[in-house]
């Protein structure tokens, strides 16, 4: 078991499916939810699941949240209930607060309040899809920052063979590619001799009209 300790409050579809794959990854997780029933269908799969009202400081003192490295305010449609028990969360203690957001204005607010990371599931995934639509060799999208993305792509037969110095997407489209998945296995920081197959998986990064480059003009 992994020593990271996550407590996620509201288990409904987007925070049961965090606090399970957090399980499944080797770490401990509380569940919260003032749901009984939701509660019940998940208690046999997380560490600890607890009915509860997560705006209750008591409730929350006596559960001791404070000793918990990252807290994740998974409650959405309430967003008074979600402010309420992310100020909650910072106030006692929890090392790291991550809230889901269901509007930019309720982003705004958790941000205000300190919240480490606010998180859009629903628009962060409308995006990821859009970009996986309109280029069919892209497999997943994550952005780092509002010019900056990390992309995995998949090598198509045209690059198949090719070494990276062949390729030369440093020089010739500003971006790197920092690993590559072959059959299960993962070569990470490849070197110029490497070479693609197609199949593979590569990982790239780099500014956004870098990889837009890259996928139009190589790939
Ligand atoms: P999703 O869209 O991911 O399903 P919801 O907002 O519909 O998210 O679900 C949030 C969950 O949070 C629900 O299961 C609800 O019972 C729970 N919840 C809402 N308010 C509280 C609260 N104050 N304390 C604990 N759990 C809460």
């Given at each position: 078991?992994?020593?990271?300790?996550?407590?996620?409050?509201?288990?409904?579809?987007?925070?049961?499916?965090?606090?399970?794959?957090?399980?499944?990854?080797?770490?401990?997780?509380?569940?919260?939810?003032?749901?009984?029933?939701?509660?019940?269908?998940?208690?046999?799969?997380?560490?600890?699941?607890?009915?509860?009202?997560?705006?209750?400081?008591?409730?929350?003192?006596?559960?001791?949240?404070?000793?918990?490295?990252?807290?994740?305010?998974?409650?959405?449609?309430?967003?008074?209930?979600?402010?309420?028990?992310?100020?909650?969360?910072?106030?006692?203690?929890?090392?790291?607060?991550?809230?889901?957001?269901?509007s930019v204005l309720h982003g705004r607010?958790?941000?205000?309040?300190?919240?480490?990371?606010?998180?859009?599931?629903?628009?962060?995934?409308?995006?990821?899809?859009?970009?996986?639509?309109?280029?069919?060799?892209?497999?997943?999208?994550?952005?780092?920052?509002?010019?900056?993305?990390?992309?995995?792509?998949?090598?198509?037969?045209?690059?198949?063979?090719?070494?990276?110095?062949?390729?030369?997407?440093?020089?010739?489209?500003?971006?790197?590619?920092?690993?590559?998945?072959?059959?299960?296995?993962?070569?990470?920081?490849?070197?110029?001799?490497?070479?693609?197959?197609?199949?593979?998986?590569?990982?790239?990064?780099?500014?956004?009209?870098?990889?837009?480059?890259?996928?139009?003009?190589?790939?």
């Amino acid at each position: 078991m992994k020593t990271q300790q996550f407590v996620v409050i509201g288990l409904g579809r987007f925070g049961s499916s965090l606090a399970l794959e957090l399980v499944d990854l080797g770490y401990e997780v509380l569940g919260i939810d003032k749901n009984e029933e939701v509660v019940s269908d998940m208690s046999e799969y997380l560490t600890h699941a607890v009915v509860a009202d997560a705006t209750d400081e008591e409730v929350l003192k006596s559960l001791g949240i404070r000793n918990f490295d990252c807290g994740i305010v998974a409650i959405g449609d309430d967003i008074q209930m979600s402010i309420l028990a992310a100020i909650l969360l910072k106030d006692l203690g929890v090392r790291t607060v991550v809230a889901k957001a269901i509007s930019v204005l309720h982003g705004r607010a958790l941000e205000k309040l300190g919240v480490d990371r606010v998180i859009f599931p629903e628009k962060d995934m409308g995006i990821r899809v859009a970009h996986q639509l309109v280029t069919p060799n892209l497999l997943d999208y994550i952005e780092i920052s509002k010019e900056y993305s990390i992309v995995e792509m998949k090598v198509p037969e045209t690059l198949d063979c090719k070494t990276l110095s062949e390729i030369n997407t440093r020089a010739k489209f500003g971006c790197s590619i920092v690993a590559i998945h072959r059959q299960g296995k993962v070569i990470v920081a490849p070197t110029a001799m490497d070479q693609l197959r197609a199949g593979d998986i590569m990982v790239i990064i780099g500014a956004n009209d870098n990889i837009d480059r890259f996928e139009s003009e190589a790939v």
